[in-house]
């Protein structure tokens, strides 16, 4: 095994709509790169333009995984079946267990200005597919920052960098790294991410390189398994950097519904039809 990372394969994202026709391009849950276990989609959205998000994503719903939105720029409004409702604005995270099931909707809080962020699916295992609902949901003023030379910054959403900074985020199915990374051209960043994790590195702004390989503004690289990452900054760079501990295990797929077996979601689909979706009958 290389010690340093090196880039596996690289995305280009595909445009796309989703929701009530929001514009956004899509990363993983492609036909380029349909999974990446445990990440089942990424997206990325932003826009000035109101009519590439004003339609939102009313009133849908999920099973079987977890939904996670980064906002960068705008406000969104979210309201679900089980009581909760809130708005995440610029810098802020929404870490949400779908689990069992829920409904809910993301919607504008604007009817103008930019909106961008990130849409990213995380898989559960089939022993939490059905744990009841939870969010975490935080402030961008709630999440650590750690300062590196040469003005580089991290903003550690999950997990921990090697200088210890640990993210407000808790999962104990994946151990995620989810990192928003601000580099100045002519910066090197090291670090360590684990090698049992598969990880993915996505620039939405600027250029990097990655073991003489660039990558630049709406490309994602898959990387291989090592013990240390190292990214230089071409230019100033933003990107993001997310690792997770894969399952291994089967993945059947519908729409809003990941469970293991085309049987579980035929029930998740009985159950949404029943409107039983939040307090299911437990037949997995």
């Not at 990192?179 to 090197?188: I, K, R």
């Amino acid at each position: 095994m290389k010690t340093i990372n090196t880039i596996n394969k690289t995305i280009t994202g595909r445009a796309t709509s989703d929701g009530n026709g929001v514009n956004l391009s899509r990363l993983i849950g492609s036909a380029s790169l349909s999974e990446l276990d445990p990440f089942l989609l990424l997206d990325h959205f932003g826009s000035d333009d109101s009519a590439d998000y004003i339609g939102g994503f009313p009133d849908h719903p999920h099973r079987g995984f977890e939904t996670v939105t980064y906002m960068l720029k705008g406000k969104m409004r979210h309201k679900d079946s089980v009581g909760n409702e809130g708005v995440i604005e610029d810098g802020d995270i929404q870490w949400m267990t779908a689990g069992s099931g829920i409904i809910h909707s993301e919607m504008p809080e604007q009817t103008e200005g930019e909106m961008s962020g990130f849409q990213l699916w995380v898989n559960l295992p089939k022993s939490h597919k059905m744990t009841p609902p939870k969010y975490q949901e935080y402030k961008t003023a709630d999440i650590p920052v750690e300062h590196r030379d040469g003005g580089v910054y991290i903003k550690i959403i999950a997990g921990q960098t090697k200088q210890g900074t640990q993210g407000v985020i808790k999962n104990d199915y994946v151990h995620p790294n989810y990192w928003d990374v601000n580099m100045p051209a002519g910066n090197t960043l090291t670090d360590h991410l684990p090698v049992d994790h598969n990880a993915f590195i996505y620039v939405y702004d600027g250029m990097i390189e990655i073991n003489e390989e660039s990558l630049k503004a709406g490309e994602l690289a898959v990387l291989t398994a090592a013990e240390n990452l190292q990214v230089n900054s071409l230019k100033d760079a933003r990107f993001l950097v997310v690792t997770g501990q894969p399952f291994k295990e089967p993945v059947a797929r519908y729409g809003p519904f990941v469970m293991n077996t085309m049987d579980e979601i035929n029930q998740a689909l009985q159950d949404f039809r029943d409107n039983k979706l939040t307090t299911p009958n437990r037949r997995t």
